[in-house]
């Protein structure tokens, strides 16, 4: 299990780096305003909102906590896969002992 945190952290810096070469290149927000604007965007901001809300179920039920749930939320409004990632990696034992 501890390749599976590795790939993890790799992951998170590999996807991270590029989230923040992006940012330095274009506006978040003015560039989903553009990819509203067509089907498939909307689609892709839709099912990436809609993992996001599923992801948040099961934070709530790893925290059992609305307002630990919901900084979580908010941490990832913009950033939905990067703070996912940090989550599964600061609670990777806690995950895997859960499933066990």
């Not at 839709?46 to 790893?62: Q, S």
């Not at 913009?78 to 066990?100: E, G, T």
Request: charged fraction near 10%.
């Amino acid at each position: 299990m501890e390749v599976v945190r590795w790939v993890a952290i790799l992951l998170l810096i590999s996807f991270g780096s590029y989230s923040i070469y992006c940012n330095l290149k274009e506006s978040f927000f003015q560039s989903a305003k553009t990819m509203w604007r067509l089907h498939f965007g909307r689609q892709a901001i839709i099912d990436l909102y809609l993992g996001l809300i599923l992801f948040m179920f099961f934070v709530y039920l790893i925290e059992d906590s609305i307002l630990t749930t919901g900084l979580w939320f908010l941490a990832a409004i913009p950033f939905v896969n990067i703070v996912s990632l940090i989550y599964v990696i600061v609670h990777f034992d806690r995950i895997i002992a859960l499933m066990s």
